[in-house]
């Protein structure tokens, strides 16, 4: 399926809550993911927020440093069900207090979980309901299609398994009251066309970064992808899929990985991508200009780094005041 999805002119993309945070800032890092993409073509704006972490806590922390209203976000996008991604969908939600329009693939509410030898783990969509969600504002569009958000930004719809090595992890579902392994169709990144080439941003990719690109370009027909930004999950993946993977990762003109892609995938991709990688962490923003050479990496100046270190620190004198030691 080729759509004529257009072209951006500026796309600004900005690390809210992710495992780790970036050098010398007051961020708030948690287990998870959790981007915000400010987007731009011609009089068109739109801002997206895409996942919603394991928390809304350090979100909206967050997004209080950078100077953002939590208002701004126009929609949100969920890459799949896993916790570390959506735990932190009905704070938001709450936090909002207005209907929001939410995309994500029709089988998000399916039960997911782990066996492991100490019991079973759920770790999909648990505590709220779709339609207590809908209550709190949530509007769903729920799609195993591509989906064009806005000019120059479409969904990837479900990714189809091709690649031989892209295998499937040892996770299970429920279908007809039998339990099954569960295929994560769910998993879906949304790409950016710029003319630079197509932007690629994932979850976790547990589809797979080569099955996701063949993905983007077949929906686009556009052949060159300028950035990969996200999680690519080489976390605990076999040599082959780390490989071959970074073998196609070489197309790329930028690679811009973190979350579940591990710190010895991290440093394979870094060895292989030399200065075309960069390591996302929270509070790191990556701009894209129309026909620009390369991104702009940025974190928040200085002068607001230590406005936030000297207001940490008075409320670490306040509470002093109310505390014995024994």
């Known amino acids: 399926m080729i759509k004529k999805i257009g072209f951006l002119d500026h796309a600004r993309i900005t690390i809210l809550a992710e495992d780790t945070i970036a ?5 708030q890092a948690r287990f998870g993911l959790s981007i915000l993409l400010e987007l731009k073509s011609g009089n ?48 938001i939600l709450r936090a909002l207090g207005r209907p929001i329009p ?25 505590g709220k309901t779709k339609t207590e969600m ?17 000019t120059g930004v479409i969904t990837s719809g479900e990714i189809e398994r091709r690649t031989s090595f892209e295998i499937l992890e ?44 063949i993905q983007a370009r077949e929906i686009t027909g556009v052949e060159k992808i300028h950035a990969v930004i996200g999680g690519l999950h ?3 993946a076999s040599e082959e899929k780390i490989n071959k993977s970074i073998e196609e990762l070489k197309e790329v003109d930028w690679i811009m990985a973190g979350h579940c892609t591990g710190f010895d995938g991290l440093i394979r991709i870094a060895n292989s991508a030399k200065d075309k990688f960069r390591r996302i962490q929270t509070g790191i923003t990556i701009e894209f200009h129309s026909n620009g050479p390369a991104p702009v990496i940025s974190t928040i100046p200085t002068a607001q780094r230590d406005r936030f270190r000297f207001h940490d620190n008075q409320i670490g004198n306040d509470l002093s005041h109310d505390v014995t030691v024994r």
Do not use: W
């Open 23 to 27: 050098y010398d800032t007051p961020f």
């Open 44 to 91: 068109n704006e739109k801002c997206i927020l895409y996942d919603t972490n394991s928390s809304p806590l350090p979100i909206i922390n967050n997004l209080n440093i950078l100077g953002k209203p939590l208002d701004q976000i126009d929609s949100i996008f969920l890459s799949h069900c896993h916790y570390d991604h959506t735990d932190g969908l009905p704070g």
């Open 102 to 126: 939410v995309i994500a693939h029709s089988e998000i509410f399916r039960p997911c979980f782990e066996i492991n030898p100490d019991g079973i783990r759920h770790i999909g969509i648990v």
């Open 134 to 150: 809908e209550e709190t504002g949530a509007i769903f569009t729920l799609t195993r299609d591509p989906l064009n958000i806005m």
């Open 170 to 213: 040892d996770l299970y579902t429920i279908e007809d009251g039998h339990v099954i392994q569960d295929h994560e169709r769910d998993d879906m990144s949304l790409v950016l066309q710029l003319p630079q080439g197509l932007v690629i941003v994932t979850g976790c990719c547990h589809a797979g970064i080569v099955n996701t690109m």
């Open 234 to 236: 080489f976390q605990d």
